[in-house]
């Protein structure tokens, strides 16, 4: 993976968790 995207894929696993929890 490249550098830009461990940040990309986090706020996606944010964003999922987020939506787990709702």
Same mark, same amino acid.
């Given at each position: $993976? *490249? !550098? @830009? =995207?461990? *940040? #990309? /894929?986090? =706020? $996606? /696993?944010?964003? $999922?968790?987020? @939506? #787990? !929890? *709702?």
């Amino acid at each position: $993976l *490249a !550098k @830009g =995207d461990s *940040a #990309v /894929i986090e =706020d $996606l /696993i944010e964003f $999922l968790y987020r @939506g #787990v !929890k *709702a």
